[in-house]
């Protein structure tokens, strides 16, 4: 079996992710995936542009169009980077992932079976229709946006353990990039906080970055900057890091996200980190359980119990909610992932 995978970001060992500037939200769980497939035997060839300097093992790349016998897609929809009509683009900017893509779909559609994996809900109708029936359209939502589409929800193995756990600095973060989060940050930070006193406050992703897309952000980050502290993107085991040595994360997500049920990496990063997390109230699946559910009448007081935790305690905890996400959730299981894909090709 030769499977053809188009992606817009790396694939490669954890320890091999060092180029830092990147929104590339797939590095924890791609791997995952593909070493799944490398278990059962299946071929795997990349046809997107290859970016990473150190692919993982047993990865193909091909800027053709080769002969493969399924094409799964990880959706990319136009920027000002990748699509040459937007009002704000410029040639030094150029990415040709968008271009890629079209060409893919125009070459294979209709051949071979194809799986499009909808990960930001960006797909359009125009899109829908011109492709029609040759492509099986999905998204990693409990709720899909489209009633046409099929739920995939994201994945992990839950064996993965990225760092022991450890006693933590006094402080919560979140390790993720800023695209359409205000409305969390204000209740779940800035709303309320006063109420961290001595708990320190770190962000860190493409916070500090300017982009034509976001010409708000700098005037919200002086706002912000308040109470929270900001820095730049850094190496992903960095970042996992600075999750393992942090009381918790609060997983902030879209507004549409919670509208759908779309979970992100992000939830299973931490527990791979070995970093307790909460989920905030307006997502309507809480994957560890109501315990974790959080809401910015209380959190802040969770937060200062869960600093007392001994390592025992924390360990307990982040078992917990493994096995909450596991019977909550069977799907999130990358076997199960894998499994369902098989199906519809």
Wanted: charged share 30%.
């Amino acid at each position: 079996m030769h499977l053809g995978y188009a992606f817009w970001g790396f694939c490669e060992e954890y320890k091999d992710s060092t180029i830092v500037e990147t929104p590339d939200g797939g590095r924890f769980t791609r791997p995952i995936f593909v070493k799944e497939l490398f278990k059962r035997g299946i071929d795997v060839v990349c046809l997107q542009q290859k970016r990473e300097r150190a692919p993982l093992k047993g990865l193909r790349f091909s800027n053709d169009f080769p002969k493969i016998d399924a094409l799964f897609v990880e959706w990319r929809w136009p920027t000002y980077k990748n699509y040459t009509l937007h009002p704000q683009h410029e040639n030094r900017f150029y990415e040709p992932d968008l271009d890629r893509q079209s060409a893919l779909l125009d070459f294979y559609s209709g051949k071979i079976p194809i799986v499009v994996w909808d990960t930001d809900l960006k797909v359009r109708n125009y899109i829908i229709e011109k492709y029609g029936k040759n492509v099986i359209w999905t998204e990693p939502s409990f709720f899909c946006k489209n009633k046409d589409f099929l739920s995939m929800p994201y994945f992990t193995d839950y064996d993965l353990e990225l760092f022991k756990p450890t006693i933590p600095k006094k402080r919560v973060v979140y390790v993720g990039s800023n695209y359409e989060r205000y409305w969390a940050i204000d209740k779940y930070f800035y709303n309320i906080g006063e109420k961290y006193k001595d708990i320190d406050i770190q962000f860190y992703g493409n916070w500090l970055n300017i982009s034509p897309e976001r010409p708000e952000q700098a005037e919200q980050i002086i706002r912000y900057a308040k109470y929270i502290n900001f820095n730049k993107r850094n190496k992903f085991l960095d970042g996992m890091k600075i999750m393992n040595e942090s009381i918790c994360t609060i997983h902030l997500m879209k507004e549409e996200y919670c509208k759908y049920g779309l979970i992100t990496p992000r939830y299973f990063e931490s527990l791979a980190s070995n970093c307790i997390a909460f989920i905030p109230e307006e997502f309507p699946v809480q994957l560890y359980g109501k315990k974790f559910e959080a809401k910015a009448e209380d959190i802040v007081e969770k937060i200062e119990a869960l600093s007392k935790l001994t390592i025992n305690q924390r360990k307990t905890v982040i078992g917990e909610q493994k096995q909450a996400a596991k019977a909550i959730s069977p799907q999130t299981q990358v076997s199960t992932f894998v499994n369902n894909l098989w199906e519809l090709l």
